[in-house]
């Protein structure tokens, strides 16, 4: 009999999701930094044995929103309670329980099975998690409560088996080759993006959307044309860096990680270019592949 079932990652941003994503399906899917708000999509990696097929998905880190990109990303996030066959919702031990308790609220009117994965639980003592397992047992009394480390893998095992568990009865809705939903356009887009949110701050990071222009591919090597967009010239000019020097280190350790990543040698081009305001506006959203209301 084989098993198959989507399974979906959701929770407040920075406790760990997208390092837990890349744990479970054994595939470096989402990028994972230590700023909040890195992961904008929502994010299949999908597991395959012989005998089933894992759809993992994960989300943006539910947030209020502040301005039409956010709105979008919480969009991401809620449509993972409406598929889901079994969720996995990721806290840690230094958020506080009933952050947004509106979404909270959500989860614990779901009939399919939640697991709460109480990560990080390396930077707390034992009489302070088992408090902490109480308070999420009032919150979410239908929920399974397990205390995880995603960065130390502690107990990722045994979260994997508690959803070979819990997954239904179907045959596989991808082909078994398949591991992720998303062309390669999206990954080189989300490595520079990565290595933008690693080595610049405050708003810099936030206001870039990264488009690939052109991807050509032959046998040994990729030819890539990217385009950074930004929304201030400001931007722009801290992005490019004195003398280019900046936008150069983005460049380069972008290619080492894309040449890991598709095994082949890269030559890559990125260019700066401002595109006011796009995270408010919502036919740049459209463009750059986010849901609107439009």
Excluded: C
Excluded at 127 to 137: F, G, T
Excluded at 236 to 250: D, E, F, H, N, S
């Amino acid at each position: 009999m084989h098993k198959a079932g989507f399974v979906n990652i959701v929770g407040n941003p920075n406790v760990g999701k997208s390092t837990l994503m890349n744990e479970l399906v054994g595939e470096r899917v989402s990028i994972a930094t230590f700023k909040a708000q890195t992961t904008r999509h929502r994010i299949m990696g999908i597991y395959n044995t012989d005998e089933m097929q894992i759809v993992f998905s994960d989300t943006p880190g539910v947030l209020k929103p502040g301005y039409k990109l956010q709105e979008s990303m919480l969009a991401f996030s809620t449509s993972a309670l409406v598929d889901a066959d079994i969720l996995l919702y990721v806290t840690d031990v230094v958020e506080t329980p009933d952050k947004h308790s509106d979404f909270i609220g959500k989860v614990a009117r779901m009939q399919t099975p939640v697991l709460v994965l109480i990560n990080k639980i390396d930077l707390t003592d034992e009489p302070a998690l088992i408090a902490l397992v109480e308070r999420w047992r009032e919150l979410l009394p239908g929920a399974e409560i397990i205390p995880i480390s995603a960065l130390t893998k502690f107990n990722v095992d045994y979260v994997m088996k508690r959803v070979e568990a819990l997954l239904p009865p179907t045959p596989p809705y991808f082909g078994k080759d398949q591991w992720t939903d998303r062309p390669a356009r999206f990954f080189v887009s989300e490595i520079i993006r990565e290595k933008i949110l690693l080595h610049y701050e405050k708003e810099v990071p936030y206001a870039v959307e990264v488009v690939v222009e052109q991807f050509k591919e032959d046998a040994r090597k990729i030819h890539i044309h990217t385009v950074i967009y930004v929304e201030r010239d400001s931007q722009k000019g801290i992005l490019i860096g004195a003398q280019g020097k900046a936008l150069k280190r983005v460049a380069t350790e972008a290619r080492v990680d894309l040449e890991k990543f598709f095994g082949k040698t890269i030559y890559l081009e990125t260019y700066v270019k401002v595109d006011k305001d796009w995270r408010s506006s919502d036919k740049a959203l459209r463009n750059f592949g986010y849901q609107t209301d439009k």
